[in-house]
C-alpha cells in the first residue's frame, strides 16, 4: 500500500533554477517527514527533515514546506546547480523507536548546466 | 566508523538458487530494515528488526527470511531466488533515541 505519493518521476531544471518535488501523506499518525539524497551507486542519505509543528524548514539552498491540512510537503532546491542531480526520496515515520520509515516513488532531478 | 557495511556489492543468481545478503553496523544501533529499490517503486521496506532477537515483515516479505541474533547483523536469506528479485537490495540502521536511517551502499542482485 503506497502511503506516500511522490510527484514527479523525473525532473529537469536549468542551472540556477528552483527545483520543486512534492509528496503526500495519508496517515496522520506520521510526525517526521524527511528528504533523502541518493547519488548513483549510492546509498540514500538525509537530507533535511522537518516535523509537523512549523510550515517551513529552510537549509541552505534547500526548503522543505509543510501543509498539515492537506497532508502536503514539498522540498524547493533554490539556485540548482549540477552536483543536485540526484535522486530524492521523500518518506514519512513516527519519531518512534519502533516505527517504519515509508518512502516515497523517488524523483530523479537532473540539473543541466 | 564503517557505518552499515553490506557483501557483496554485486551478484548473480540462478533461478532457485539461495542465498545470504549480509549486513552489518558498527554504530550500536537498535533498528535495523532492509529495503529493496526497483524503478518507479522507490524504497519498499522487506523486513525490520527493533532489536537483537525482534524481526518483523515490512511491505514486501514473501520469499524473504531474516534473523537478528546481534546487534551488529541483519543478514537477509532468499531462499529460492525468483526473476522477480532482481533489484537493488539496501539495508539501513538507526539509533533508538533518532530518526534519521544510515544506509549501505546497496547489493545489486540480478536473477536470471
Known amino acids: 500500500q503506497q502511503q506516500v505519493k511522490q510527484s514527479p518521476q523525473s525532473l529537469i531544471v536549468q542551472k540556477g533554477g528552483i527545483s520543486i518535488i512534492n509528496c503526500a501523506y495519508e496517515n496522520t499518525a506520521f510526525d517526521y517527514f524527511p528528504w533523502y539524497q541518493q547519488f548513483p551507486g549510492k546509498g540514500p542519505a538525509l537530507l533535511i527533515a522537518?516535523?509537523?509543528?512549523?510550515s517551513e524548514k529552510k537549509e541552505g539552498r534547500f526548503t522543505i514546506s509543510f501543509n498539515k491540512s492537506a497532508k502536503q510537503f514539498s522540498l524547493h532546491i533554490m539556485d540548482s546547480q549540477p552536483g543536485d542531480s540526484a535522486t530524492y526520496f521523500c518518506?514519512?515515520?513516527?519519531?518512534?523507536?519502533?516505527?517504519?520509515?515509508?518512502f516515497g516513488s523517488g524523483t530523479r532531478l537532473s540539473i543541466r548546466p | 566508523n564503517a557505518g552499515v557495511t553490506q557483501t557483496p556489492k554485486f551478484q548473480v543468481l540462478k533461478t532457485g538458487q539461495s542465498m545470504t545478503l549480509q549486513c552489518a553496523q558498527d554504530m550500536n544501533h537498535e533498528y535495523m530494515s532492509w529495503y529493496r529499490q526497483d524503478p518507479g517503486m522507490g524504497l519498499r521496506l522487506i523486513h525490520y528488526s527493533v532489536g537483537a532477537g525482534i524481526t518483523d515483515q515490512g511491505e514486501v516479505p514473501n520469499g524473504y527470511n531474516v534473523s537478528r541474533s546481534t546487534t551488529e547483523d541483519f543478514p537477509l536469506r532468499l531462499l529460492s531466488a525468483a526473476p522477480s528479485q532482481t533489484s537493488v537490495y539496501f539495508c539501513a540502521s538507526r539509533p533508538h533515541s533518532g530518526t534519521e536511517a544510515f544506509f549501505g551502499q546497496g547489493t545489486r542482485l540480478t536473477v536470471v
Open positions: 522537518i516535523r509537523p509543528d512549523v
Open positions: 518518506a514519512s515515520t513516527m519519531d518512534s523507536s519502533a516505527s517504519k520509515i515509508i
